[in-house]
């Protein structure tokens, strides 16, 4: 099943063991933590659920909890098999030597069991691995770090970027109203400079411009996302909103000037989100609309109610939120 529009879920069950993958298709390094977490703690309760279950239809009165009964373990695909290493061991290890003699680090692992209220990098962090300083970011990225950054310090950032004071000083009188819709599109320019150059625009280039700046672990927290609602992600919420939704939205104001972050949370490319804008001036609510039927038509992810609501919770629209709440009967 789709985790989201960049991860897949797979479950396997083999004799007594339940084996859960997920796999991004481009690398492993761009798995959110906070998704892998959320994931396992899911599976984690309805595995408890199903013990207790059972135990209860067998007349059977435990005062041990349910996760008792079983252990975790974790992991990662080497030479078509699943490497594993008991979720204990792998708390206070670095890395592992797998039966095929491959070190294995267990930090990407330990992402299922990863603190989500963890805000800060621990004393001894490096920053990201070497091998995600080679992946290019995504939108959601480019999302994440503009709301981490003030705007004082984004113009010195996107300079050290290669950015000229005068594409800076045009980006600013065309988005100067919205500090989140100028910071998008100012890393949106650099991307596409980046493309125009035949290069690559990579986290290692926003790593130098960051460090440039002093404000190197900001890209520690640019793989942080918000899945508490996974836990409400019931299988009514898999149907598409209607279009008597899609329109109340915007008819009644729901959901506010985030144009740019709106279309990226559903999934729309920065080239569907600029044709938008240019489409639909001086229109927020065209804007807004506009976004929601492409989403509802788009060939890729299912537009569910449930992604809507995500992307929805993430703009922080909350009346949009509590209004597709309240049509779904969503708790």
Known sequence: MDADNRNELQ???????IFAYLINDESKQLISPDLATTT?????????????FYHRCFGKQSHHL????????????????????????AKTRKSWICKNGIEH?????????????????????????SEMLLLEPNDHHFVHLAQIMGIDEFREFLIHLGISTADYEKLNHCYFSNPMNFMLMGLFKWRDKAEIDQSISTFEELMR????????HYLCKVQR?????????????????SEDVIKALTQKNLIGDCVVHFGIELGLTSVDISKT???FQRDLDGQIHDLLMKWRKT???????YWLMVALKRVQAVKGLKYVKKTYCVE
């Open 105 to 129: 680090k267990t930090k990407i692992s330990l992402n299922w069991v990863f603190d989500k209220n963890k805000e800060t990098c621990d004393k001894n962090c490096n920053g990201l691995g």
């Open 66 to 89: 349910m996760s008792d009964l079983f252990e975790i373990e974790v992991g990662e695909v080497c030479k078509g098999e699943t490497c594993l290493l008991p979720l204990c061991d």
């Open 277 to 279: 804008l240019y489409n």
């Open 11 to 17: 479950i396997h069950v083999k004799g007594q063991r």
């Open 40 to 52: 396992q703690e899911c599976l984690t309760l309805a595995l408890e659920r199903i013990l207790q």
């Open 299 to 305: 060939d890729g992810k299912k537009p569910t109610i």
């Open 209 to 216: 411009a960051l460090t440039a700046i002093d404000r190197k």
């Open 225 to 241: 996302e918000d899945h508490s609602l996974m836990v409400k992600s019931h299988s009514r919420l898999q149907d598409v909103p």
